[in-house]
């Protein structure tokens, strides 16, 4: 469009124009000249620029008007705040395009859709030139209007996103930074539409967006256009790819969970609404919005994307990626791109644990969602259902209150920023509320389905966003505490440290403590939260005449083909996410572990597992896997482990055996799982043997001669040498692993280890508790040690002084 003085083609634009057309459409133009020969789907479009801005602006005379509306407003008072950007608003709404303007802006607008006024929809998308504010990346700072079509709209559609500079959060903003409201302008990108309003579309980021994980990409997807999921009107699918295998052609997609998905954006059908939003159909809410290769075209995208961005700025610059599919052609799209802002930014020198320290707690828990950050907060409950935006400003919202009610939009932000937490019913972990919250660093739960209804006005609550990706709301003040440690200051030792991570929910949290490892991974956990119904029950619950459990099977599988299938990838991604976390350190996952009673409780239970006196001793761990009630759900389980060993490359899980208690029956084992495609050295696969039966230890040579290293598991070698049931009250006094009697097996079995050249390392509770347990181990010469994430830091302390006067006595 050369010539031009307030447009220009979208694919002119570059990185060094952010003055003249703003960031997003910077970026965008950028792609359009380096990314999309590389075959990524940029769809085209023209810029207005920011000097058509300010030409508006003074041709209308608008900008003494608008400095003195804001220099005669108290904006600290929400009312007064609220008049004052309605005023500013109303003006530039009704101020006029000189005739130049207007003549460049439908040619080009006419130039992108050809005759196809009445067909062709448009995006209206705003684009701030300020983009390093430190209130810039606020989501939803300026506004985008969609299906747009016919000049009229168009330009009034422009105007709009003019006005949008001065919504209230934006006034209060850039007078809060002492910034001048002109010294920001405002670009407006006119792009053509993907039909994704009957296909699917959705955010994308590469980096995990709760702790900061640099080697994922996170997807949410869901049906319609996007802009429900930003707004947090839905809850999305989510999907997760660990790049570095990616990049290698793994198929490394480790995360993938059904949203609801509730209702979706499409054109509009009733005259003069651009889009409506309607009911997702039943059948399309129960399934993925994304196969499989979609996932993985998108990932490598969203990775290409910044690499460039990297190598453009000189420093890692994880990015914000707006997508959409073609509901007609079935292609896919990037629409928009921005960095990243908020965990990019955050030092990871600093290892920062809230706990919850309430014993009672459980009976506490109000009601559950989708963690935002990893903190807690209590306060008061400020209902805020039903309330109208324009009466946002009427509202005695306190500073240490807790936000409740349906979802968010920008209109929200002066509140929020007063809000000890926020809790939505709407929303996943990309929507307004989620990316508001962790930039104003407060928890927030979103995604609750029924918090409003739940949670009454003044009530107190505390919000726990630091038990994994699930966040709870307890009823009342809980007690917690906040404890901060800086990981430089952790000495250097000899003895590696590995973690015990129970949920991969916290895997990512924990990526960047400097761990060797993963040395206890339990499947049951993930099986008992994830999979949730009883794996026999799972494979023959057609059989047992329970139309219940049935119906509860069938709505649990939505998304997935079989049973089976849902078996296999639920715990294949539970696995996967603790793997990829600690990739390429060793990651140790223990095969599952239940006793009878455990397993009874799960849907389904009551038809498969006996009754016994006592389960702790009873039928568990690998007397389970080659028996032939069993054998098929231990089938289920290799299978998993193969598929994140082979098809998503993560070669660093091992596993383990578990209450092993003879040689034959490991040789048994051995024998089960190479019928289900798993064999000891088979792909550098290792097998390591749980060692907490005395057997273990007495006949240490003989099993050593059969597996690649011990584990031992002190919690139940405690039990079984001290002859107590540790799940019994009444003999608890004598439960302690640090008697004699235990650490005299424990030296026999590090003796025989090495004696056989097997590593040796520990995953039982006791280092985690007793730091004078760990000084025990690492004397013995220990290979590794498996502690708790809460536990690490005391750990690490400890061995170093052991280690110290380990090293004084051999120099003496």
Same mark, same amino acid.
């Given at each position: 469009m050369k010539g031009n003085i307030f447009t220009m083609e979208l694919i002119e634009a570059s990185i060094e124009d952010i003055d003249l057309v703003g960031g997003k459409n910077a970026s965008l133009g950028e792609m359009l000249q380096k990314i999309t020969p590389l075959g990524v789907n940029i769809p085209d479009g023209f810029i207005v620029t920011s000097s058509a801005y300010f030409q508006f602006i003074k041709d209308n005379g608008l900008e003494q008007q608008i400095k003195n509306i804001v220099e005669q407003a108290n904006i600290d008072q929400l009312k007064a705040l609220s008049s004052c950007g309605n005023q500013i608003r109303q003006l530039i709404q009704n101020g006029q395009f000189s005739s130049q303007m207007e003549t460049e802006i439908t040619g080009a607008y006419r130039k992108l859709i050809g005759d196809n006024e009445d067909k062709l929809g448009v995006a209206v998308r705003s684009s701030a030139t300020a983009e390093d504010l430190p209130d810039a990346s606020f989501a939803g700072q300026q506004d985008t209007f969609l299906n747009i079509r016919g000049t009229g709209k168009l330009l009034i559609a422009i105007k709009n996103c003019f006005a949008s500079l001065f919504t209230d959060r934006a006034i209060s903003y850039r007078e809060s930074f002492d910034f001048g409201h002109f010294n920001i302008g405002l670009s407006v990108c006119i792009q053509k539409m993907v039909r994704s309003d009957i296909g699917v579309s959705g955010v994308a980021f590469s980096i995990d967006t709760e702790s900061g994980f640099k080697d994922a990409v996170i997807i949410n997807g869901?049906?319609?256009?996007?802009?429900?999921?930003?707004?947090?009107?839905?809850?999305?699918?989510? /999907?997760?790819?660990?790049?570095?295998?990616?990049?290698?052609?793994?198929?490394?997609?480790?995360?993938?969970?059904?949203?609801?998905?509730?209702? *979706?954006?499409?054109?509009?059908? *009733?005259?003069?609404?651009?889009?409506?939003?309607?009911?997702?159909?039943?059948?399309?809410?129960?399934?993925?919005?994304?196969?499989?290769?979609?996932?993985?075209?998108?990932?490598?995208?969203?990775?290409?994307?910044?690499?460039?961005?990297?190598?453009?700025?000189?420093?890692?610059?994880?990015?914000?990626?707006?997508?959409?599919?073609?509901?007609?052609?079935?292609?896919?799209?990037?629409? *928009?791109?921005?960095?990243?802002?908020?965990?990019? $930014?955050?030092?990871?020198?600093?290892?920062?644990?809230?706990?919850?320290?309430?014993?009672?707690?459980? *009976?506490?828990?109000?009601?559950?969602?989708?963690?935002?950050?990893?903190?807690?907060?209590?306060? $008061?409950?400020?209902?805020?259902?039903?309330?109208?935006?324009?009466?946002?400003?009427?509202?005695? /919202?306190?500073?240490?209150?807790?936000?409740?009610?349906?979802?968010?939009?920008?209109?929200?932000?002066?509140?929020?920023?007063?809000?000890?937490?926020?809790?939505?019913?709407?929303?996943?972990?990309?929507?307004?509320?989620?990316?508001?919250?962790?930039?104003?660093?407060?928890?927030?739960?979103?995604?609750?389905?029924?918090?409003?209804?739940?949670?009454?006005?003044?009530?107190?609550?505390?919000?726990?966003?630091?038990?994994?990706?699930?966040?709870?709301?307890?009823?009342? $003040?809980?007690? /917690?505490?906040?404890?901060?440690?800086?990981?430089?200051?952790?000495?250097?030792?000899?003895?590696?440290?590995?973690?015990?991570?129970?949920?991969?929910?916290?895997?990512?949290?924990?990526?960047?403590?400097?761990?060797?490892?993963?040395?206890?991974?339990?499947?049951?956990?993930?099986? #008992? #939260?994830?999979?949730?119904?009883?794996?026999?029950?799972?494979?023959?619950?057609?059989?047992?005449?329970?139309?219940?459990?049935?119906?509860?099977?069938?709505?649990?599988?939505?998304?997935?083909?079989?049973?089976?299938?849902?078996?296999?990838?639920?715990?294949?991604?539970?696995?996967?996410?603790?793997?990829?976390? +600690?990739?390429?350190?060793?990651?140790?996952? $223990?095969?599952?572990?239940?006793?009878?009673?455990?397993?009874?409780?799960?849907?389904?239970?009551?038809?498969?597992?006996?009754?016994?006196?006592?389960?702790?001793?009873?039928?568990?761990?690998?007397?389970? +896997?080659?028996?032939?009630? +069993?054998?098929?759900? /231990?089938?289920?389980?290799?299978?998993?482990?193969?598929?994140?060993?082979? #098809?998503?490359?993560?070669?660093?899980?091992?596993?383990?055996?578990?209450?092993?208690?003879?040689?034959?029956?490991?040789s048994l084992v051995y024998k089960t799982m190479e019928e289900f495609g798993l064999k000891r050295g088979q792909n550098k696969l290792e097998v390591y043997l749980m060692a907490e039966v005395p057997s273990n230890v007495i006949l240490a040579e003989q099993f050593a001669e059969q597996i690649d290293g011990f584990s031992i598991g002190s919690n139940d070698l405690t039990q079984l040498i001290l002859g107590l049931d540790r799940d019994s009250s009444l003999v608890a006094n004598l439960y302690n692993e640090r008697n004699d009697a235990v650490k005299i097996m424990i030296s026999s079995l590090i003796r025989s280890a090495k004696k056989m050249n097997v590593k040796v390392g520990i995953c039982g509770q006791g280092p985690s508790d007793y730091p004078d347990f760990a000084q025990f181990l690492v004397e013995e010469g220990i290979d590794s040690i498996s502690v708790t994430p809460d536990s690490f830091m005391k750990t690490v302390n400890a061995i170093k002084e052991i280690e110290d006067k380990l090293a004084v006595k051999v120099m003496g």
């Amino acid at each position: 469009m050369k010539g031009n003085i307030f447009t220009m083609e979208l694919i002119e634009a570059s990185i060094e124009d952010i003055d003249l057309v703003g960031g997003k459409n910077a970026s965008l133009g950028e792609m359009l000249q380096k990314i999309t020969p590389l075959g990524v789907n940029i769809p085209d479009g023209f810029i207005v620029t920011s000097s058509a801005y300010f030409q508006f602006i003074k041709d209308n005379g608008l900008e003494q008007q608008i400095k003195n509306i804001v220099e005669q407003a108290n904006i600290d008072q929400l009312k007064a705040l609220s008049s004052c950007g309605n005023q500013i608003r109303q003006l530039i709404q009704n101020g006029q395009f000189s005739s130049q303007m207007e003549t460049e802006i439908t040619g080009a607008y006419r130039k992108l859709i050809g005759d196809n006024e009445d067909k062709l929809g448009v995006a209206v998308r705003s684009s701030a030139t300020a983009e390093d504010l430190p209130d810039a990346s606020f989501a939803g700072q300026q506004d985008t209007f969609l299906n747009i079509r016919g000049t009229g709209k168009l330009l009034i559609a422009i105007k709009n996103c003019f006005a949008s500079l001065f919504t209230d959060r934006a006034i209060s903003y850039r007078e809060s930074f002492d910034f001048g409201h002109f010294n920001i302008g405002l670009s407006v990108c006119i792009q053509k539409m993907v039909r994704s309003d009957i296909g699917v579309s959705g955010v994308a980021f590469s980096i995990d967006t709760e702790s900061g994980f640099k080697d994922a990409v996170i997807i949410n997807g869901s049906y319609g256009l996007g802009e429900m999921i930003v707004q947090g009107a839905i809850n999305p699918d989510e /999907f997760i790819v660990y790049k570095p295998l990616l990049k290698k052609g793994f198929k490394a997609i480790i995360e993938k969970k059904l949203g609801k998905k509730q209702e *979706q954006m499409v054109y509009g059908v *009733q005259q003069g609404k651009a889009v409506e939003v309607i009911r997702t159909p039943v059948k399309d809410a129960k399934r993925f919005c994304l196969t499989d290769r979609q996932i993985l075209q998108l990932s490598n995208w969203v990775m290409m994307i910044e690499a460039y961005y990297t190598k453009l700025k000189g420093h890692w610059c994880p990015m914000d990626v707006e997508w959409a599919v073609d509901g007609i052609t079935g292609e896919l799209f990037i629409v *928009q791109a921005r960095p990243e802002t908020i965990h990019s $930014r955050n030092k990871v020198d600093y290892i920062t644990e809230y706990q919850i320290n309430d014993t009672e707690r459980l *009976q506490k828990i109000i009601l559950t969602g989708v963690a935002v950050g990893n903190k807690i907060a209590s306060g $008061r409950v400020h209902n805020l259902v039903g309330l109208e935006k324009h009466l946002i400003h009427e509202i005695n /919202f306190l500073p240490g209150d807790i936000m409740v009610t349906e979802m968010t939009d920008p209109d929200w932000e002066p509140v929020m920023k007063k809000a000890a937490a926020i809790i939505t019913n709407k929303g996943g972990r990309t929507c307004h509320a989620a990316i508001v919250a962790r930039e104003l660093g407060v928890p927030a739960i979103v995604g609750c389905d029924n918090a409003t209804e739940i949670l009454k006005t003044s009530e107190e609550i505390t919000v726990s966003c630091a038990e994994g990706e699930t966040g709870i709301v307890y009823r009342g $003040r809980i007690a /917690f505490t906040k404890k901060e440690h800086r990981i430089s200051d952790l000495p250097e030792i000899n003895t590696p440290v590995m973690m015990n991570i129970g949920s991969p929910d916290i895997a990512f949290r924990y990526a960047h403590y400097p761990a060797k490892g993963v040395g206890l991974a339990r499947e049951e956990f993930i099986i #008992n #939260n994830y999979i949730k119904i009883h794996p026999l029950a799972l494979l023959g619950h057609e059989y047992l005449g329970d139309a219940g459990l049935t119906t509860l099977i069938r709505e649990t599988i939505s998304g997935y083909e079989s049973e089976e299938q849902y078996f296999i990838e639920k715990l294949s991604y539970g696995i996967a996410k603790i793997a990829a976390a +600690y990739y390429p350190n060793k990651v140790v996952v $223990r095969f599952s572990d239940f006793k009878t009673n455990e397993y009874y409780n799960m849907p389904g239970g009551k038809y498969f597992e006996p009754a016994e006196e006592n389960p702790m001793i009873g039928w568990r761990g690998a007397s389970r +896997y080659y028996s032939d009630v +069993y054998k098929a759900a /231990f089938g289920m389980e290799c299978k998993a482990i193969k598929n994140v060993r082979e #098809n998503m490359g993560l070669d660093n899980v091992i596993v383990m055996i578990p209450f092993c208690r003879t040689v034959d029956e490991l040789s048994l084992v051995y024998k089960t799982m190479e019928e289900f495609g798993l064999k000891r050295g088979q792909n550098k696969l290792e097998v390591y043997l749980m060692a907490e039966v005395p057997s273990n230890v007495i006949l240490a040579e003989q099993f050593a001669e059969q597996i690649d290293g011990f584990s031992i598991g002190s919690n139940d070698l405690t039990q079984l040498i001290l002859g107590l049931d540790r799940d019994s009250s009444l003999v608890a006094n004598l439960y302690n692993e640090r008697n004699d009697a235990v650490k005299i097996m424990i030296s026999s079995l590090i003796r025989s280890a090495k004696k056989m050249n097997v590593k040796v390392g520990i995953c039982g509770q006791g280092p985690s508790d007793y730091p004078d347990f760990a000084q025990f181990l690492v004397e013995e010469g220990i290979d590794s040690i498996s502690v708790t994430p809460d536990s690490f830091m005391k750990t690490v302390n400890a061995i170093k002084e052991i280690e110290d006067k380990l090293a004084v006595k051999v120099m003496g």
